[in-house]
């Protein structure tokens, strides 16, 4: 069994910054693909940043610029640097990860966190 813990998330104003983590832990033998995903009252979940383990990055439009995507392959954590932050960015922030559960390709599965609310106000 696999567990994605998000932390980070809040209140904040406009223009203001917050860092997101997601730990990873349990039956973890290697973490692929690695992505932040969000999801505002009344709209469909939507990619914000994903990462693959060698380090390629996308970004969604509406972010580039402002978020920063890393992760720390040791140890099984994921991040999100977001800046400049707007109100439209408020939503809960959701981890997504890839897990290989030993070094057989496909034995492995996906998994999501429960997410952390980020709220951008004045």
């Known amino acids: 069994q696999v567990q994605l813990v998000e932390s980070g998330g809040g209140l904040v104003q406009p223009g203001g910054s917050l860092r997101l983590s997601c730990a990873a832990s349990g039956s973890v033998f290697r973490i692929n693909d690695m992505g932040w995903y969000r999801q505002a009252p009344g709209k469909q979940r939507e990619l914000v940043a994903r990462?693959?383990?060698?380090?390629?990055?996308n970004y969604a439009d509406s972010v580039k610029g402002r978020f920063t995507i890393s992760r720390d392959n040791a140890k099984n954590t994921l991040y999100l640097q977001m800046n400049s932050l707007k109100p439209e960015d408020t939503a809960v922030y959701y981890c997504?990860?890839?897990?290989?559960?030993?070094?057989?390709?496909?034995?492995?599965?996906?998994?999501w966190g429960k997410g952390t609310q980020v709220t951008v106000s004045s």
């Open positions: 997504n990860a890839d897990v290989q559960f030993s070094a057989a390709i496909l034995n492995r599965s996906n998994y």
């Open positions: 990462i693959t383990r060698g380090g390629s990055i």
